[in-house]
């Protein structure tokens, strides 16, 4: 029975200490879009293993939050609805101009860090570039 015991706790200590790190606030986020960035503008190797999972994740929520407030628009004006007062993100601005504007957010707001990155996300993207 102790045996079963220690084994089962070797083998669920490493998923308790993922269990305890946010990685969906925004401290992950600036961290991860920071390194991003990084990468991006060739500060640090775009190859290493790290600085291309935070780009994924990264560019991947920034780019699905701007993808969504896309489509919620077009279904409303195909609805013959006014878009909705979400963000209305220019065409032409590229994913990563747009990391730019979220990370200059979260710097600016330190203090909103413990909430969830996507609502961050929107709230930047809302705040650069409202719907007229």
Do not use: W
């Not at 032409?92 to 200059?104: D, E, P």
């Amino acid at each position: 029975m102790r045996l079963s015991t220690l084994l089962l706790t070797i083998l669920l200590l490493p998923s308790v200490s993922f269990a305890q790190a946010p990685v969906d606030d925004g401290n992950a986020l600036l961290k991860n879009c920071t390194t991003a960035l990084a990468a991006l503008d060739g500060k640090i190797s775009a190859t290493k293993g790290e600085a291309a999972f935070c780009a994924g994740i990264c560019f991947g929520k920034v780019g699905g939050v701007i993808d969504a407030g896309t489509i919620i628009n077009a279904f409303a004006e195909s609805k013959g609805h006014n878009k909705q007062d979400v963000y209305c993100v220019p065409d032409g601005v590229s994913t990563a101009q747009a990391t730019r504007v979220v990370v200059k957010y979260l710097k600016e707001h330190s203090e909103d860090l413990h909430q969830r990155d996507t609502a961050l996300i929107v709230t930047a993207l809302k705040e650069a570039f409202p719907c007229k």
